[in-house]
Nanobody, 121 residues
Framework: QVQLVESGGGLVQSGGSLRLSCAAP????????VGWYRQAPGKPREFVAR???????NYADSVKGRFTISGDNAEKTVKLHMSSLKPEDTAVYYC???????????????WGKGTLVTVSS
């Protein structure tokens, strides 16, 4: 069974930076679409960023210019570099991966258990 594992969350002051990482230990195949969602307390889960196998990326408007998603083929991880963090970025961040972009668009794929990011004011 595929299990995505997130790491890198923690407590950071407003204006600071964090880098999240998503890995799929033991998985030999490649995902065509990998991305991040987040869920703040009392709010629905929302899309943050996505990268597809040709390198194209998509971002939520709320994080454009502050967050960068990238793939590391050597480590087989996808990272989310977050800078200029704001208290409203506080949330549990989840990694999601799909074998195809069509699968991503249809809502299928795999999820991690999440990593907590807390931004203090």
């Amino acid at each position: 069974q595929v299990q995505l594992v997130e790491s890198g969350g923690g407590l950071v002051q407003s204006g600071g930076s964090l880098r999240l990482s998503c890995a799929a230990p033991g998985v030999s195949f490649s995902f065509n679409a990998v991305g991040w969602y987040r869920q703040a307390p009392g709010k629905p889960r929302e899309f943050v960023a996505r990268i597809i196998s040709d390198g194209r990326t998509n971002y939520a408007d709320s994080v454009k210019g502050r967050f960068t998603i990238s793939g590391d083929n050597a480590e087989k991880t996808v990272k989310l570099h977050m800078s200029s963090l704001k208290p409203e970025d506080t949330a549990v961040y989840y990694c999601r991966a799909a074998l195809t972009t069509a699968g991503w668009d249809s809502g299928t794929g795999y999820w991690g258990k999440g990593t907590l990011v807390t931004v203090s004011s």
